[in-house]
């Protein structure tokens, strides 16, 4: 079964084609980041007019670079949301229109669950049942996975997602949008002298909560001369602290749960530091660490098509409605 995933949940415009048995046949991701980075952050009106502009060229291009036609098409899955209303009806409405003319099943699918499937695209996937940490621009989630739709979240941030503090940071280091990368490598040139806090790493809980240390962070800045090497100080200590915090509640739902795998996905997975301190966590704890590769922890049309096509396989049906949910809990996601 050929499955073509859309995403246009955001920034970036994402086409991908999954066979159920062969994986992945081809992809193509266009990025606007450049376009919103004048602004200092994503234009919800530019992203939609961008994706209509992109989706249908890239659409034709993952078709021709699979050599494949329209016809062997089996199916289609886009992201009905969470997400920008505009940016996400520009991949629903293309998503089941092209679906209807094509006389094909159209899926909606919930970008997260994207997310936190896209480690099941590489060639050693986790098994069922794992915990999921997704670390994106807008969600820091910890989940108990099960299953396909089988998600129990156990902890989620109280404010600011990981990459909003990475975000906010970059932005008062002077990095641009989107920052999380641009941290990431300042950071390389810092030293370990500022101390900051692990936040709600004192009490019980898996909650989150990233506001606290990003006005830390500002504090900390402001009491500096603010030189390249006082920038690159505060990234060091801004990633080591967010790197810490995710260790410390991966370990606590691992314990908790008395599970022994462990995936993160979304954005923020791609960051270094972050994978290779829950690598020896995980290695401390008999536990197995799962990632998807860096092209996939960012949005990307590859975990859209291949979550719509794990729900389509397992016989879940739409109708013809074209409907988005810019705001849509995971946890509210049923098996099929
Ligand atoms: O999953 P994603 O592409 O989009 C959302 O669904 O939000 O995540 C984007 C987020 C941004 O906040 C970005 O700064 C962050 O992921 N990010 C990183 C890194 N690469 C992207 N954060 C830290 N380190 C990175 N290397
Ligand atoms: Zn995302």
């Known amino acids: 079964m050929y499955i073509l995933g859309i995403e246009t949940s955001c920034d970036e415009t994402g086409v991908a084609i999954y066979h159920s048995t062969q994986g992945l046949i081809s992809h193509h991701l266009y990025s606007q980041v450049s376009m919103h980075n004048d602004y200092g952050g994503v234009v919800p009106e530019l992203a939609s007019r961008d994706h209509i502009r992109k989706l249908i060229p890239l659409i034709k291009q993952t ?3 699979s050599r494949l036609i329209k016809s062997d098409i089996n ?15 520009v991949g629903a409405t293309t998503a089941r229109s092209l679906a209807w003319t094509w006389q094909i099943p159209a899926i909606a699918v919930h970008h997260m669950e994207g997310h936190l499937l896209a480690p099941m695209l590489e060639e050693n996937p986790p098994r069922f ?8 621009g807008g969600h820091t989630l ?11 979240q156990l902890g989620e941030s109280l404010d600011d997602a990981a990459g ?9 280091l002077g990095l641009g949008y989107p920052g999380g990368a641009k941290v990431a490598k300042l950071a390389e040139q810092g030293n370990d002298r500022f101390k900051f806090p692990r936040p709600m790493t004192d009490r019980p809980g898996l909650d989150f909560s990233f506001s606290g240390l990003k006005t830390f962070t500002m504090n900390t800045l402001n009491k ?7 920038k690159a100080d505060i990234a060091f200590a801004f990633q080591k602290a967010t790197a810490e915090t995710l260790v410390i509640k991966c370990r606590r739902a691992l314990r908790q749960t008395h599970l022994k795998t462990l995936v993160i996905a979304g954005g923020v997975s791609a960051n270094t530091q972050i994978r290779n301190d829950l690598l020896i966590m995980t290695k401390k704890e008999n536990a197995q660490l799962f990632f998807p590769r860096l092209e996939f922890c960012t949005d990307n049309g590859a975990m859209i098509a291949f979550a719509g096509c794990q729900r389509l396989l397992a016989g879940q049906q739409e109708n013809l409605e074209i409907y988005v949910k810019p705001r849509w809990s995971i946890a509210t996601l049923r098996g099929c």
């Open 63 to 65: 078709l021709s670079d």
């Open 75 to 89: 199916g289609i899955a886009y992201t009905a949301g969470p997400g920008l209303m505009g940016a996400l009806l």
């Open 224 to 230: 500096t001369e603010k030189t390249a090497q006082d």
């Open 129 to 136: 049942p794992f915990v999921a940490l997704l670390v994106s």
């Open 142 to 152: 910890l989940i108990q996975v099960d299953g396909i739709g089988q998600y129990t």
């Open 164 to 172: 909003e503090a990475f975000d906010k940071t970059a932005k008062m």
